[in-house]
Structures are given as structure tokens and as C-alpha cells.
């Protein structure tokens, strides 16, 4: 074995059944980051444990194999449960490794995660320079104490140090280190998260950071001032993936992609102009409401054939509440022309806030309805903690256990404790109703790989009816 510090990334899984994933893009991003400034002084590894049957087995395997130095562990909230069932498992298998964590659920509950565990360090939001700074502490026997981002446990409790400053030039930071994973094993899942494909050769990218809104439920991993990557810099990426692994499809998986009309019209002109035959897809980030006719032209010149609107509520002093303070009658708008276009849309839709009236969540299921939207996606609310939302949650019922609170997508909401109200109920309702066979017919007539979505639609009716 070299000298090189060895790091092994644990990317954790959920436990609802049948989510979708796609690949670690983080983590992809970090092992970019290491290599770029640490050369051969490091040697990463990864174990993403939702593309893996025996779990137990193949992490203790892994750990055997790799004998890490530093085992990172990436985790959302609502993998919370992951640590409490292996955090010690991996200690009996690798007790010398420094046991780090980052990602989303770091991000939001460090505190609680370096409480209720055995891990050394949780790593704050944005993981580059932090990560890079603790392995190169490791490395020379430095203080790990003394970099900044990063949380650890004191006799007096948690202590956070100095936050560390947001990469600027998003251009500065290498691409992602796909060497880590086989495309392969993200390829043939029959659960993605865009909900259609059109090619099965696809990836997810990201052309910016951060999101200036401040709406109630979210937490904000990357901070509020939009950073963002050269259409040059982005384009290149593009290129790259569709040379180098034949990705035909590309997920833009941007808070708000379409923040910078002019940046997005030049990244779009560039796919253009290259020559490339690409479809783009976005699961998640657009904003409706500051989209313009001619925004969605050029995104369809450019490729894209499916556009995700997150629109939360139909109801307007809902909208307030969780501050979005979406202009909705604008969003259908956009949805109508998208659609004439030839777009496929699809709209996200959350039932049960805090306080939130019964007719306001069946406004809500009314205004998909009506909407001329391709797909909806109906969630039941769930106030992550250390959110806004989690508070405003509190007011309306004392005892807010990890159940409520950290679940990926519960059909028990904190709504129904609080309430006795079932959103599960509205929330299958909605789903029949928005889901008419004539909608469904229109649908089919427009998605690109209809047995694939043929499949899929078999497996989401499977699940509903087990809800
Ligand atoms: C795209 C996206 C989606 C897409 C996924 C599409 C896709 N193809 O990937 C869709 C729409 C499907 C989705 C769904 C959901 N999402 Co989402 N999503 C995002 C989004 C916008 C980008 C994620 C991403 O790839 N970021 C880019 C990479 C580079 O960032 P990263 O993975 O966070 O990694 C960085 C750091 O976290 C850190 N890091 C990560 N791992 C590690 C490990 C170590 C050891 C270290 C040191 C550091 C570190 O360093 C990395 C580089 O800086 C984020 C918000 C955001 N801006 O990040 C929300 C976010 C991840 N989603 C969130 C949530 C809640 C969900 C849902 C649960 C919502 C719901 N109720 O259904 C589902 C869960 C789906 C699932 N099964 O995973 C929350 C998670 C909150 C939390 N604390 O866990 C986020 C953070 C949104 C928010 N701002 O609140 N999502």
C-alpha cells in the first residue's frame, strides 16, 4: 500500500421503499476537489450503499478492502436512521478511520448527529475546502480543530468553528470524479427522479449554486447569493460526459436554473452550436413565475423536453406563509405555452403546512387539475428540523418526533397528528383524479420511451395502492 491518505465516501440510503437515486454528485465533487489539490497524497474510494443489495456485507467488505484513513459519510435527513443502525457497525470494522460527516443532513442537525454518535467532525454545507483543509490537518498530524466549516464535540458541548467562505468561482472547481462510479449501476434503475427519460445514457448536472429565495421548508445548503459556473465552463462538462461516457441526457439539477436569463440563453446557445444531439431534463429547478415565452423556446432548441415547476400551492395566502410568493396565474401560463410547445411538464404540489386550511389543500389539488400539466407530484409536508417550517410546525403540536420530522415521504404526516386529518388520503385522491385516463392517454401520446414509462407507471400504481 502507497502512503497516500486513504478516504472512503459511505453515501448512505433511505429506508421508504422503492426511491429513486441518482449519482453522488457531492461526493463526486469532493473526490474532483482532493485529487486537483492533493495529487497522489490521497486515495478515494466509494461505497454508494443504495445501488447495493447486502449492505452490511459490502460495507464490511469495502472497509476491509480499503482500510481508510478517513471514512466520510454523505447523508440527507431523511437517511437519518442510517447512522443509528451502522455508525457503530462501522467502528467495530474500521476503529482507527476518522469518521467524518457532510452533506444536507451535516449540514442541518450537526449538533444532534455528533450527540447521538461516534462521528469526530461534521462538515458544514459546502464540502470542498473544508474537506480539503481536514485531510490535509490529518495528514501532517495538524489541529483538525482549527478548520473552519466544520463542527465537532466538546466537553461542553458542540462546537462550530469559523464558517468557511463559499467558493466564488465556481469555474475553479474541477469536474466531478467520475472514476469513482460505473454509470452503469445508475442506468438501469427503474426509479428515476425525473419521473421519464428519454435516453437511458444520462446524467445529472449543476450549473450554479444557491438560491436567493427564502422559502420556509428548505435548508439552505450552498447560502442565498447565486454563484455561478461560465456557460464555457458548463458546456464543457456537457461535452465531456457525452464524449467520454456517450450521456445523451442531461438533468440540470440547479436550485433555480433559469435565475440568469442571459446566462441560460448563452449556455443554451453554446449546446446549440456544438453539435450535439442532447435531451435536457430538469427534476427540479426551474422557477415558474420568472420564466418568459422565449426562455422556453431556446431551453427546447436546446434539448429540453421536460420542465419540472415546483409550485408547492394553488393557495394564495399559502404562498405567503411559506414565502415563495409564486405568481401561480403566471406559472399556468408558462405550463399552457410549454405544453403547446410540446414540452412535457410537470408540477410539484406540497399538502399540509402548518395551519394550512382543508379547502386551501384541495385548492391546491384543484389548481393541478386544471393545470394543463403533463405530471404532477403530490407531497405531503414534512418539516425537516432546524427549518422554519419546523417551527411553525411546533406551534401546531407539541411533540415533534424523528418520524415526522425526517421522513422521506409519509402519508402520516405531522398534518394528521396535529389535525386528525388525513393528507394521505387527499394525497391518493389527488393523485386518481389528476391522473384522468384522458390526461394519461395525452401524456403517453408525448413521453419518449413509452415502455419505460409504460413500467414505471405500473410500479407508482403498485406503490399507491400499498399507501
Ligand atoms: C436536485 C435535488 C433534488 C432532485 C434530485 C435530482 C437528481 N437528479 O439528483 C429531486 C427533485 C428528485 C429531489 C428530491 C428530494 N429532495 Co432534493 N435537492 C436537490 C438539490 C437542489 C441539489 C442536490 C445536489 O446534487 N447538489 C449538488 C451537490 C454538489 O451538493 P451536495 O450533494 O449537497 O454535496 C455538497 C455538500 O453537501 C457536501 N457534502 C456532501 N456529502 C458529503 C460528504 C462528506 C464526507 C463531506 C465532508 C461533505 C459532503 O459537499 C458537497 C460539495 O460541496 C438540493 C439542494 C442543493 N442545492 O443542494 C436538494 C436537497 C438535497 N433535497 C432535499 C430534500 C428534502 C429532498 C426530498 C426529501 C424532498 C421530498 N420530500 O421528496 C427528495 C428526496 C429524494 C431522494 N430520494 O434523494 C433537501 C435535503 C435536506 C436535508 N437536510 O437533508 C435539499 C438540501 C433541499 C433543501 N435546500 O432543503 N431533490
Request: aromatic share 12%.
Amino acid at each position: 500500500m502507497s502512503n497516500a491518505i486513504r478516504i472512503l465516501f459511505v453515501k448512505t440510503y433511505g429506508y421508504a421503499p422503492n426511491q429513486a437515486f441518482d449519482v453522488p454528485l457531492g461526493v463526486l465533487y469532493l473526490s474532483g476537489y482532493l485529487k486537483k489539490n492533493l495529487g497522489s497524497k490521497v486515495d478515494v474510494s466509494l461505497i454508494d450503499l443504495r445501488i447495493i443489495t447486502d449492505k452490511h456485507q459490502a460495507l464490511k467488505k469495502k472497509l476491509r478492502e480499503v482500510k481508510p484513513h478517513i471514512i466520510g459519510i454523505s447523508t440527507l435527513a431523511f437517511e437519518h436512521q442510517f447512522l443509528s443502525d451502522n455508525v457503530e457497525f462501522i467502528k467495530a470494522h474500521a476503529p482507527d478511520a476518522l469518521l467524518i460527516i457532510g452533506g444536507p443532513y451535516a449540514t442541518s442537525n450537526a449538533e444532534s448527529i455528533l450527540s447521538e454518535n461516534r462521528i469526530d467532525y461534521a462538515i458544514i454545507g459546502e464540502g470542498e475546502k473544508s474537506l480539503l483543509k481536514l485531510v490535509e490537518a490529518f495528514a501532517k498530524g495538524g489541529d483538525i480543530r482549527q478548520v473552519k466549516g466544520i463542527a465537532y464535540k466538546a466537553e461542553h458541548g458542540t462546537v462550530l468553528t469559523e464558517k468557511e467562505d463559499y467558493i466564488e468561482n465556481l469555474d475553479s472547481i474541477p469536474t466531478p470524479d467520475y472514476a469513482l462510479i460505473d454509470f452503469k449501476d445508475y442506468w438501469g434503475s427503474r426509479l428515476q427522479f425525473n419521473g421519464i427519460l428519454a435516453e437511458k445514457r444520462h446524467a445529472s448536472v449543476i450549473s450554479s449554486r444557491a438560491c436567493p429565495y427564502r422559502c420556509v421548508y428548505c435548508h439552505s445548503m450552498f447560502g442565498k447569493k447565486l454563484r455561478k459556473r461560465s456557460a464555457e465552463h458548463f458546456v464543457a462538462e456537457i461535452r465531456y460526459l457525452y464524449n467520454r461516457y456517450q450521456v445523451r441526457e442531461f438533468h440540470i439539477i440547479d436550485d433555480v436554473f433559469n435565475l440568469d436569463r442571459p446566462r441560460m440563453h448563452e449556455i443554451c446557445n453554446k449546446i446549440i452550436q456544438s453539435g450535439m444531439t442532447i435531451k435536457i431534463a430538469f427534476p427540479n429547478g426551474l422557477r415558474g413565475d420568472i420564466l418568459e415565452y422565449e426562455d422556453i423556446l431556446i431551453l427546447k432548441k436546446a434539448g429540453a423536453y421536460m420542465l419540472t415547476l415546483a409550485i408547492e400551492s394553488g393557495a394564495a395566502r399559502i404562498q405567503t406563509l411559506i414565502r415563495k410568493h409564486l405568481n401561480i396565474a403566471k406559472v399556468m401560463d408558462n405550463i399552457a405555452f410549454a405544453e403547446k410547445q410540446g414540452l412535457i411538464t410537470r408540477g410539484f404540489f406540497m399538502l399540509g403546512f402548518p395551519g394550512e386550511e382543508i379547502a386551501e389543500m384541495k385548492l391546491t389539488v384543484q389548481t393541478a387539475i386544471q393545470s394543463k400539466l403533463s405530471m404532477a407530484s403530490f407531497f405531503v409536508v414534512v418539516p425537516f428540523e432546524n427549518t422554519e417550517l419546523h417551527d411553525m410546525a411546533k406551534k401546531h403540536l407539541d411533540v415533534m418526533d424523528k418520524d415526522l420530522t425526517g421522513s422521506y415521504q409519509s402519508s402520516t404526516s405531522f398534518y394528521e397528528k396535529a389535525t386528525g386529518y388525513k393528507v394521505g388520503r387527499l394525497q391518493k385522491m389527488a393523485y386518481l383524479r389528476f391522473y384522468s385516463p384522458l390526461r394519461l392517454i395525452r401524456v403517453f401520446l408525448k413521453i419518449p420511451r413509452k415502455s419505460y414509462q409504460i413500467s414505471k407507471w405500473f410500479w407508482f400504481a403498485f406503490d399507491l395502492l400499498r399507501l
